[in-house]
């Protein structure tokens, strides 16, 4: 299977480093063939993405803070100088107050909340408008969510209540983007240890219990959810569209602990 994405360019939003879900996916991307460019968040992490940037055979590097409105559509007429269209964009940014990813959602501020849904919600519709302009032949649209989403996990707090959100934008956007021919759908991941999982009350003890608990007894890796990137971003997925496709070793689909398995 080579070549699948021959001929297709596009953005990928939220590469920090090498452990991101970001780069999982670019990786298998440009590996298919696909032609990418990249967004950062700040100087600092210019000096980690452009190296990475560079082993995909990338030189488009674009600055771009996704909770300010100008930088967004500077960062698409800096795209638009060097390709006039594009086939997909990956979304692979969130963030929170860390301080506030720990102990008790009640306690969340009024700030954080819709900092949060700023930049972790708000972006994706955001970055799909400007997508959209540059889509005139259809193209795809896929972001980064998480089971706490769903159900309660200790600790993601507000973090759940904007995937929530996210996941919700996945559907309406779907709809609004479907008579463009744009398909916009989501990867809920299961845990993974990276920058941003780190900023997560004791993370390593969701890290265990999926582990665990899931019915693949392991859990992923950014390798699992770049072959699901490529799927959902090439035409393989040329039917689908609004679905949160989980990535978790199936954890998703248990309701109950099984009696023999280990205490954690
Ligand atoms: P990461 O730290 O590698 O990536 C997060 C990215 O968000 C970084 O590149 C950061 O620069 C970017 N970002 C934050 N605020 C931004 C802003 N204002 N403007 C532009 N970029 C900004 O971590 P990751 O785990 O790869 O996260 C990527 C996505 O995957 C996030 O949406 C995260 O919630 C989601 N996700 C992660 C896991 C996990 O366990 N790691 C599981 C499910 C979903």
Redesign the pocket.
């Known amino acids: 299977m080579t070549g699948l994405m021959q001929g297709k360019r596009g953005l990928i939003?939220?590469?920090?480093?090498d452990?991101?879900?970001?780069w999982g996916i670019a990786k298998q991307l440009a590996e298919q063939g696909a032609e990418l460019a990249f967004?950062?968040?700040?100087e600092a992490?210019a000096k980690r993405v452009r190296p990475l940037a560079e082993q995909l055979g990338s030189d488009t590097l674009i600055e771009?803070?996704?909770?300010d409105m100008d930088r967004l559509d500077a960062a698409f007429a800096q795209l638009a100088d060097k390709w006039p269209t594009i086939d997909f964009v990956v979304h692979?940014?969130?963030?929170s107050d860390k301080n506030q990813l720990r102990g008790r959602y009640y306690d969340t501020s009024l700030d954080n909340f819709l900092m949060t849904m700023n930049?972790?919600v708000y972006?994706f519709t955001a970055v799909a408008r400007r997508a959209q302009a540059m889509m005139p032949n259809g193209g795809a649209l896929l972001?980064?969510?998480?089971y706490g989403s769903e159900k309660v996990v200790p600790h993601y707090n507000v973090?759940g209540v904007a995937?929530s959100a996210l996941d919700t934008s996945v559907q309406y956007l779907a709809v609004d983007l479907g008579r463009d021919n744009i398909r916009v759908n989501a990867i809920?991941?299961?845990?993974?240890?990276?920058?941003?999982?780190s900023g997560i009350g004791d993370f390593r003890y969701i890290l265990k219990w999926n582990e665990l608990n899931s019915p693949l007894k392991r859990n992923v890796t950014i390798d699992d959810v770049g072959g699901a990137g490529l799927y959902l971003l090439s035409d393989l997925s040329s039917g689908v569209t609004g679905e949160i496709h989980h990535v978790d070793a199936g954890y998703n689909v248990i309701g109950m602990k099984a009696e023999d398995a280990p205490d954690i």
């Open positions: 939003m939220g590469l920090a480093n452990k991101s879900l970001a967004t950062y968040q700040g992490l771009c803070d996704v909770s692979a940014i969130g963030f930049i972790s972006s972001t980064l969510t998480y973090m995937k809920s991941a299961g845990p993974i240890k990276t920058l941003a999982a």
